[in-house]
């Protein structure tokens, strides 16, 4: 319908909270956009008690904060879209064991994340998974 240049260095991730788009590019940069004009209105280099936090990839926002798969890892950093600071975290390599020892062995990275805010579910799964995972 339209094209549009985006201000980040590539496209790894969007969110919404319904007013702003939340982007990442794979670096450890959390982008803030404008949904119409695509303008960054800010950004923020996320960290984890004063460690840059890199990787940044596919993003959901779940009840004020930003999650964020962290590429080639089975983690989910929860994020302050205000600062960028990590205020948790969520570890998952239980569900690519489950695969495993099932016989899923052509499986790849852990690289989705859905929010059912009706319901108050989050989601998960991987590229090449066969199932999709409920996580509390």
Known sequence: INTFTNRMHDGWGLATDGKTLFGSDGTSTLYH???????????????????????????????????????????????????????????????????LATGHTRIDVLNGIAWDKRHGRVFVTGKLWPKLFEIR
């Open 33 to 99: 956009i404008d949904p119409k004009s695509f303008n960054v209105l800010e950004r923020h280099t996320v960290k984890y008690n004063g460690h840059e936090v890199y990787n940044l990839n596919e993003l959901e926002y779940v009840n004020d904060e930003v999650w964020a798969n962290i590429w080639q890892t089975d983690c989910i950093a929860r994020i302050s879209p205000n600062d960028g600071i990590v205020v948790g975290w969520i570890f998952l390599p239980e569900l690519r064991e489950q695969l």
